[in-house]
């Protein structure tokens, strides 16, 4: 069974990986893309996906994460390369809009693709200490569990992606549990990581 490292960094490192695909399209990413992968290799599609929720069914609302989602998109289409923005706001962000998402993604990209995936909204950790993303249709009853997304599922769902670039930022609480799975040794952030990334 192929694995899929899944590397977690920081959002200073995750902004000079998007600047080095900007400054990769403005030389032409086929260029860059040949000179380090080798002839054969190809630039593929970058895509973005921002999911924000403040209008909460039954969570209480929240003021900014759809704006700040929209905000990093216009910085994002504006300064750099993306061919397409998959947006889910509000009513849109359900759990299994978000499931559904995840699984045409599996679908659609392709190895020489990357793919940058934005969350805002709630985030809980339960009595299991298992954390979860709190989608729009989510109930409150931490027993049931109605509709929340558990990181685990999240993280599962982006391993079976095929991209050979993921950058997944969460700006939720307990977000950081994420890292617990697969935490391991910061990698070096040398100009030879920024030549290979």
Not at 79 to 95: G, M, N, P
Request: a neutral charge; charged letters at 25%.
């Amino acid at each position: 069974m192929n694995r899929k490292k899944i590397r977690f960094i920081s959002l200073f490192q995750a902004f000079v990986l998007m600047a080095m695909v900007a400054h990769g399209q403005s030389r032409g990413l086929e260029v860059v893309a040949k000179q380090l992968g080798g002839e054969n290799a190809r630039a593929g599609k970058q895509y973005a996906v921002f999911i924000a929720v403040d209008a909460y069914r039954e969570w209480s609302p929240l003021n900014n994460p759809v704006q700040d989602a929209r905000e990093i998109r216009d910085v994002l289409v504006s300064r750099y390369f993306v061919d397409e923005v998959i947006e889910l706001y509000d009513d849109k962000a359900t759990k299994a809009g978000m499931l559904r998402l995840f699984d045409s993604l599996t679908e659609t990209l392709k190895a020489e693709d990357s793919l940058l995936i934005y969350y805002a909204g709630h985030g809980i950790l339960d009595q299991s200490n298992t954390s979860h993303w709190i989608p729009v249709d989510a109930g409150t009853d931490r027993f049931e569990q109605k509709n929340w997304l558990p990181h685990f599922q999240v993280l599962k769902s982006i391993a079976k992606m095929k991209a050979r670039h993921v950058v997944l930022l969460s700006d939720s609480c307990f977000s950081g549990d994420m890292l617990a799975a697969t935490r391991g040794a910061e990698p070096l952030f040398d100009k030879e990581y920024l030549k290979n990334a």
